[in-house]
Nanobody, 110 residues
Framework: VQLVESGGGLVQPGGSLKLSCAASGFRFSDYAMTWYRQAPGQERESVAT???????NYADSVKGRFTISRDNAKNMSYLQLSWLKSGDTAVYYC?????WGQGTQVTVSS
């Protein structure tokens, strides 16, 4: 299993970013994908999950601001981050089957 996240960066409060996760090494269309984040000094937390069929679930802290999606033909998962707050600053990871990628840093600051 290989997962490679990209798309992070520095953004002002209220801004947006779109994160991408390129997956390989498993039958992507058969598995739910989850995006996690880990802020400094905190435990990794689940942010959003999408089932193989596209059903989604979000942490209360991001509901209405983040959107998870997937493209089974491209073995890709995405996380659209909108209305970002300083509390969203973290390293964001995609995960499946107990594997995570290297993460992508999102920093929200003015």
């Amino acid at each position: 299993v290989q997962l490679v996240e990209s798309g992070g960066g520095l953004v002002q409060p209220g801004g947006s970013l779109k994160l991408s996760c390129a997956a390989s090494g498993f039958r992507f269309s058969d598995y739910a994908m989850t995006w996690y984040r880990q802020a400094p000094g905190q435990e990794r937390e689940s942010v959003a999950t999408i089932s193989p069929a596209g059903y989604t679930n979000y942490a209360d802290s991001v509901k209405g601001r983040f959107t998870i999606s997937r493209d089974n033909a491209k073995n890709m998962s995405y996380l659209q981050l909108s209305w970002l707050k300083s509390g969203d600053t973290a390293v964001y990871y995609c995960g499946v089957l107990g594997y995570w990628g290297q993460g992508t840093q999102v920093t929200v600051s003015s």
